[in-house]
């Protein structure tokens, strides 16, 4: 999903120029402020009707979870980050975070999961901000 969105956000990047970055800061707070204010009110349920279904279902539940992968990759396309290295990039945190979250997930589990959600909300919405920062202002590194 990270690729499709690459290769989705080059396209649109090269073809609305300067304006690529305004929405790759949007997509990243949008993004944000889904993952802080989602409701997981419902959740219990969808995942006991998600354990029974199979064929379509799992398809499209595979795509769903998949969205805020669709979401980043899109943005980095938008602002131009060469694929090869995103890739790899990608690639890396997945493996070690997938690891990491393998070993912290069987011993803490559901009690922080919530939490770990909102924190990557706010990551994100930190990330677009500092994007849009650095629009304006030109930051020493």
């Given amino acids: 999903m990270p690729l499709v969105g690459l290769a989705l956000g080059a396209l649109l990047g090269r073809l609305i120029g300067n304006l690529a970055d305004y929405?790759?800061?949007?997509?990243?707070?949008?993004l944000g402020?889904?993952?802080l204010f989602e409701n997981e009110e419902n959740e219990g349920a969808?995942?006991?009707?998600?354990?029974?279904?199979?064929?379509?279902?799992?398809?499209?539940?595979?795509?769903?979870?998949?969205?805020?992968?669709?979401?980043?990759?899109?943005t980095?396309?938008?602002?131009?980050?060469?694929?090869?290295?995103a890739l790899i990039l990608i690639a890396v945190q997945a493996f070690a975070i997938s690891q990491l979250g393998f070993a912290v997930g069987t011993r803490v589990g559901e009690s922080i999961r919530e939490g770990a959600e909102r924190f990557a909300?706010?990551?994100?919405?930190?990330i677009g901000g500092f994007v849009l920062l650095g629009k304006f202002v030109s930051l020493p590194l």
């Fill in 23 to 30: 929405v790759a800061i949007a997509a990243l707070i949008g």
């Fill in 76 to 85: 980095l396309g938008l602002l131009g980050v060469p694929i090869v290295a």
């Fill in 121 to 126: 909300g706010l990551a994100l919405i930190a």
């Fill in 46 to 74: 969808r995942i006991e009707r998600l354990v029974g279904s199979n064929g379509i279902t799992m398809l499209g539940a595979g795509v769903a979870v998949s969205l805020d992968e669709l979401a980043i990759g899109f």
């Fill in 33 to 35: 402020t889904y993952l």
